[in-house]
T-cell receptor
Framework: AQSVTQLDSQVPVFEEAPVELRCNYSSSVSVYLFWYVQYPNQGLQLLLKYLSGSTLVESINGFEAEFNKSQTSFHLRKPSVHISDTAEYFCAVSPSPAAGNKLTFGGGTRVLVKP | DTGVSQDPRHKITKRGQNVTFRCDPISEHNRLYWYRQTLGQGPEFLTYFQNEAQLEKSRLLSDRFSAERPKGSFSTLEIQRTEQGDSAMYLC????????????FGEGSWLTVV
């Protein structure tokens, strides 16, 4: 079984400041790691994912996350946030494809970007 | 728009009534998933289909819940004898078989049981 812990439920941050959202997971098997973003009253959109290879993954809108196997972490960072980054962010893990891509999500971190 | 489509987007129902949600996945996606998300929580897996076969059901899916995907395309999620605790957003997602574990979510169906 897998579990995901997002240590911060809310993160207020000023525009153009950096932000880090923490995610730790536990699993007895190899996992794939994801960050999803949910804007108000919308479904989830994939932000980025780690499947294999380089432990640093980037999204097209400036977010990056680093997989740290020894610390079982997959923290999400952005060096300079915009007002439009206000949303809820979910970290998720999935076991091997044979398990049907089932995702286990963390509780979410709500990011509020202030002008 | 060729994304995952869910209907209705919002449903208010009285306790004890039955409700049904429909999900149309992305065309040619073999796998279809249902998740439930309550306020302030992350989504929780309910069940998934590969084509028309329901391959896994969560223990969260009580006997009052039933999901179908009769022709391997759209799916329905029915909740019988709704309870206030069923109030949540029901998310549908789909993926092709070889997607690198990426699944694509719809915008969800909000259920409020009064």
């Amino acid at each position: 079984a897998q579990s995901v812990t997002q240590l911060d439920s809310q993160v207020p941050v000023f525009e153009e400041a950096p932000v880090e959202l923490r995610c730790n997971y536990s699993s007895s098997v190899s996992v794939y790691l994801f960050w999803y973003v949910q804007y108000p009253n919308q479904g989830l959109q994939l932000l980025l994912k780690y499947l294999s290879g380089s432990t640093l993954v980037e999204s097209i809108n400036g977010f990056e996350a680093e997989f740290n196997k020894s610390q079982t972490s997959f923290h999400l960072r952005k060096p300079s946030v915009h007002i439009s980054d206000t949303a809820e962010y979910f970290c998720a893990v999935s076991p091997s494809p044979a398990a049907g891509n089932k995702l286990t999500f963390g509780g979410g971190t709500r990011v509020l970007v202030k002008p | 728009d060729t994304g995952v489509s869910q209907d209705p987007r919002h449903k208010i129902t009285k306790r004890g009534q039955n409700v049904t949600f429909r999900c149309d996945p992305i065309s040619e996606h073999n796998r279809l998933y249902w998740y439930r998300q309550t306020l302030g929580q992350g989504p929780e897996f309910l069940t998934y289909f590969q084509n028309e076969a329901q391959l896994e059901k969560s223990r969260l899916l009580s006997d009052r819940f039933s999901a179908e995907r009769p022709k391997g395309s759209f799916s329905t999620l029915e909740i019988q004898r709704t309870e206030q605790g069923d109030s949540a957003m029901y998310l549908c997602a789909s993926s092709p078989l070889n997607s690198g574990n990426t699944i694509y979510f719809g915008e969800g169906s909000w259920l409020t049981v009064v």
